[in-house]
């Protein structure tokens, strides 16, 4: 495939709004983990990572869609001139040539939690489901704030949701529906995530410690972020190759020997026309949790050995789920920026079995192309090559 410039992007997690400020936690080692304290929860022995300044309400021109993840959605949206970008774009193209791809999971599902506890019958009059809980509710948002007028839509594949983006992304572009399109991904903390993966016992009680053997399960997450693909525009890095596939195996859990991982990874390096070496840096999806780790660790030793550093970021943002591709992307092509490549956070005693060069310390080098995976429950798998323009 051709490469797809990446003229800008941005991303707001639990380690502070915008790239700089998460790029400076990431150098200063500062993990935006902290004890949970969503709604007042008392009763679940959890790390969360939360991001600050969701309080102010969206600005009135949007308060139909008023809720925590289009919250989270405008204020990621502010950050790092991407409303200036993509305005841009559209003066560039034309508004019905700019489309808006996102991932998310939950959506705005606790505004609905908010309104079942205030009142169950019937439901408080403030409540309006098509514009907060609803899926599409953060593409329609996101649409109506930057002005564009083209094809949009949202995935939702759990945890792989806003890396497909970029795939779908690149496939408009190129059968000619769209000359640019804003892609990414928005995921709040609500409390059906928050009990229901601790019901399916997956959640730590401590902070996510990936690919160590005393590994106990994720640590919740939210985030919002966002790039910026264009055609025939330079930008200094690019999309060089996707890979999708699916399991076809469980609910819930990975293929154990990572099939649908590899499948994904090999397909992202074909479409790229690279080989496994060409490789600087992968971002492990690396969760926590002992089925996930295990089956990934697998899959990058089939196809790279233990010759390509890599390291899971989910130690400094927790599992963003729906957001988790943009933001794992978005720490990529600051490791590329920056030549640094993050640390496996929270790794006390790497779990013999990893057969994969992870990164223990933070270490410095050229990188110029990177892989970054995002596998979703019930084995939806995405695996993105980002590198730097030539």
């Not at 500062?30 to 929860?41: A, M, T, V």
């Not at 205030?118 to 439901?123: A, F, Q, T």
């Not at 640590?219 to 999708?244: N, P, Q, R, T």
């Not at 790794?347 to 050229?366: G, S, Y």
Request: glycine share 10%; net charge negative.
């Amino acid at each position: 495939m051709k490469p797809l410039s990446i003229t800008n992007y941005t991303f707001t997690s639990c380690l502070g709004v915008g790239k700089q400020a998460n790029w400076e936690a990431i150098q200063a080692g500062r993990s935006g983990l902290q004890p949970c304290d969503f709604y007042q929860i008392q009763d679940l022995v959890t790390w969360v990572g939360k991001v600050s300044g969701l309080e102010q309400p969206l600005p009135a021109e949007f308060s139909k869609y008023e809720c925590r993840n289009n919250r989270l959605a405008w204020l990621a949206l502010q950050q790092d001139n991407f409303i200036t970008s993509a305005q841009s774009a559209i003066a560039r193209y034309g508004a019905e040539r700019v489309g808006v791809f996102l991932g998310t999971s939950t959506s705005g599902i606790h505004q609905t939690e908010l309104a079942y506890i205030e009142s169950l019958d019937p439901l408080p009059e403030w409540y309006h489901y098509a514009s907060t809980h609803n899926a599409f509710s953060v593409a329609d948002f996101v649409q109506h704030a930057l002005g564009t007028q083209g094809p949009a839509m949202v995935i939702s594949t759990a945890c792989s949701s806003s890396a497909k983006v970029f795939a779908s992304a690149y496939r408009a572009i190129a059968n000619g529906l769209c000359d640019a399109v804003v892609v990414g991904g928005v995921d709040s903390l609500c409390l059906t995530t928050l009990y229901g993966f601790n019901a399916l016992q997956l959640v730590a009680p401590d902070k996510c410690k990936p690919f160590d053997i005393n590994r106990n399960g994720i640590s919740i997450g939210e985030a919002g972020g966002y790039a910026l693909l264009e055609k025939g525009v330079s930008g200094d890095f690019a999309l060089l190759g996707y890979g999708e596939s699916g399991d076809a195996y469980h609910m819930s859990s990975p293929h154990p020997e990572g099939e649908g991982a590899l499948l994904a990874m090999q397909a992202a390096l074909h479409k790229a026309s690279l080989n496994p070496t060409d490789i600087d840096y992968i971002n492990l999806h690396g969760t926590g949790t002992i089925a996930n780790d295990a089956a990934e660790s697998k899959a990058v030793n089939t196809l790279f050995g233990a010759n390509t550093w890599a390291s899971s970021t989910k130690g400094w943002t927790g599992h963003t789920l729906g957001a988790a591709g943009i933001v794992e992307a978005s720490i990529g092509l600051l490791s590329m920026a920056h030549s640094h490549i993050p640390q496996n956070l929270h790794l006390e005693t790497r779990d013999p079995n990893m057969a994969i060069a992870l990164v223990e310390q933070p270490h410095r080098q050229p990188v110029k192309r990177i892989l970054s995976n995002s596998f979703g429950f019930g084995g939806s798998n995405c695996s993105l090559i980002l590198g730097m323009q030539q």
